[in-house]
């Protein structure tokens, strides 16, 4: 039995733990015949003999000591930590086994830069992701809104960690306006990912367009134009005028915020109306042509499209059912005149008799060309 105990090798395992956790480093033998077990770190230093503690250091600790094992914990696991610790039988000679201790660098939550409030359309701007201290090195990766975009990725080594850095370089445009840029970086050491948005804001000039209530204004009617602009800064304020002048009738033509409310239409409010509005960036406007219908000559509801439609659709019928008709008449007439000249002959006896009782037999033939001559 002595021979068998002596011939085995302590049993060990790698460990693996996420900096500033706690690693159980623990060794076992199945037989062991009154022979201490011992833990050294990576250095050679000796951490435990039995369970007699070998090393100053507040962080590590005896968990059970026996003679079949021998199971110690590092707290506050640090970079500097790793390496390979080796458990130590000290039988004649001695058995010794090895164990890696992995620490997992966390990477710092990232932060994003090089983004100004507020970008102006055209700028090209430069977005930068960077997280430190991670081990292995994090991944990065970028999204605009929720859909993924490619960035450029540098790996420096800092130590035993890494500095990971991811850069987005665009051109922006009115469209980035309100778009989310999210860095999220991915590690082993991390359940979820870590992530940071930046939401730009963009300034743009303005773009205006005017809305209006009515398809076909007509007398009486009231009639409301909407200004609606985009642009960043709001444009403001909104400037109406008609025919490049001030509205005539301030009574009857009331602007509230972007909207003009034109009450009881008639003729004299024919013409262009205009609203221009403007922010740092530019100047911008858009015009509508009013023209005011006779609600008299128009109908009470004004045309009526489905009326209109349904004449346009009788009268194209009745024309098609014409050019049938006359195609159908002449077609047959066409007919009679080719099959005329043998009229007679459908009495006959036989053949013979029919030529010569048609009436466009040759006599006739040479009569009829006489005649004609």
Request: contains cysteine.
């Given at each position: ?24 480093m623990t060794c076992r033998v199945d037989y062991n ?229 034109i009450t009881t239409l008639n003729k004299t409010d ?104």
């Amino acid at each position: 039995i002595n021979v068998i105990g002596q011939g085995q090798f302590p049993i060990t395992q790698n460990v693996t733990v996420v900096e500033g956790a706690t690693a159980n480093m623990t060794c076992r033998v199945d037989y062991n015949d009154n022979t201490s077990l011992q833990w050294s770190n990576p250095a050679q230093q000796t951490l435990f003999f039995g369970d007699k503690k070998a090393l100053r250091d507040h962080r590590i600790e005896l968990v059970r000591a026996s003679w079949q094992e021998l199971t110690i914990r590092i707290s506050d696991v640090s970079l500097s930590d790793e390496g390979q610790y080796t458990c130590s039988l000290f039988t004649m000679p001695v058995k010794t086994t090895k164990a890696f201790l992995t620490v997992l660098g966390v990477p710092g939550r990232p932060e994003i830069t090089g983004f100004t409030k507020p970008a102006m359309e055209g700028d090209v701007i430069t977005l930068t992701c960077t997280t430190t201290g991670s081990k292995p090195a994090a991944n990065i990766r970028w999204f605009r809104n929720d859909k993924e975009v490619q960035g450029s990725t540098k790996v420096n080594a800092t130590g035993k960690s890494f500095t990971v850095r991811s850069s987005l370089q665009f051109q922006v445009d009115r469209q980035d306006d309100g778009v989310a840029y999210t860095c999220s970086v991915e590690h082993v050491s991390l359940t979820n990912p870590y992530m940071t948005t930046e939401v730009l804001e963009v300034h743009y000039a303005p773009h205006l367009e005017i809305t209006h209530s009515l398809i076909i204004p007509q007398e009486g009617q009231y009639l409301k134009l909407e200004c609606v602009s985009i642009g960043n800064p709001i444009p403001e304020p909104v400037l109406w005028s008609k025919d490049g002048g001030e509205l005539p009738d301030i009574e009857r033509m009331i602007v509230e915020g972007r909207e003009l409310t034109i009450t009881t239409l008639n003729k004299t409010d024919n013409g262009t109306y205009r609203c221009e509005a403007s922010n740092h960036l530019g100047t911008s406007s858009a015009e509508y042509i009013l023209f005011v219908y006779d609600p008299n000559a128009l109908g009470q509801h004004g045309p009526d499209h489905a009326l209109i439609g349904g004449v346009v659709a009788v009268v194209v019928f009745i024309t098609l059912c014409l050019i049938i008709v006359l195609g159908r008449y002449l077609a047959r007439h066409k007919g009679t005149y080719l099959t005329h000249e043998a009229k007679g002959a459908e009495d006959a006896p036989d053949a013979d008799t029919a030529i010569i009782n048609a009436e466009g037999n040759h006599v006739h033939a040479e009569e009829k060309k006489e005649y004609f001559i």
